[in-house]
């Protein structure tokens, strides 16, 4: 059976609403953080980043949250990740939402409520680059349903996921109306909520 480890929330959540969609039974090791699991040298064994998610899959072992959906749905379900355009052009938006929107930006407005540690200048500097890059992505949600056109894909797993980190910074999505009514319409999906455990 398929052990993935990391718990139901952060970049961790791609994989298990993922095998949700997926209806693959799964064992889930949820690695405690806050007590330095993933950085002990079993883990390491299987991601030398030390980071969560991470599955094996029958000693195959997989790191990197995108990757990660990609290769569950490739391997259980291809139509998960739709036509090979639909494929390429949700990966597209998953890898910028990842990096435009998540890395540098939200992560960093939301990391001083998980360490605890103050970051004034971090805090607005992500700010400041979520605000340039986020209309981008409100104009094609407007006249796209799905990031990969007009069918869910595992691409909109990757990008929802982004925006659990504008949550945890008290980021509020009222000027994106098209970003909000996807993120609802794809969290409305019961594997979504199977794989938050709600
Ligand atoms: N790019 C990675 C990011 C993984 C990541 O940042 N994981 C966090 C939890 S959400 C983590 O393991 N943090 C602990 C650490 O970096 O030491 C992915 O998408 O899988």
């Known amino acids: 059976m398929i052990k993935l480890y990391g718990p139901r929330g952060g970049s961790s959540l791609r994989a298990h609403w993922t095998l949700h969609e997926l209806g693959v039974d799964y064992e889930n090791i949820p690695l405690e953080l806050s007590k330095g699991e993933h950085k002990q040298p079993e883990y390491l064994a299987i991601n030398p980043a030390g980071q969560v998610p991470a599955i094996d899959v029958d000693g195959f072992f997989l790191a990197e949250s995108i990757a990660i959906a990609q290769y569950l749905a490739e391997k259980y379900n291809p139509s998960l990740l739709g036509t090979q355009e639909q494929k390429a052009k949700g990966l597209q938006w ?9 890395v540098g930006g939200l992560s960093d407005m939301s990391r001083p409520k998980w ?14 680059q979520v605000e340039k890059n986020l209309p981008i992505l409100e104009t094609y949600l407007g006249a796209n349903e799905y990031l990969a056109g007009n069918a869910f894909t595992v691409s909109d797993i990757d990008g929802v996921c982004t925006f659990a980190y504008a949550r945890w910074a008290e980021f509020g999505l009222t000027n ?19 794989a938050k455990g709600e």
């Not at 998953?94 to 998540?102: E, R, T, Y």
């Open 94 to 102: 998953a890898l910028w939402i990842m990096l435009s929107v998540q």
């Open 115 to 128: 360490t605890g540690i103050p970051d004034e200048a971090g805090v607005a500097a992500g700010r400041a």
């Open 176 to 194: 994106y109306p098209n970003i909000s009514a996807w993120i609802e319409r794809c969290e409305d999906r019961p594997a979504y909520k199977a």
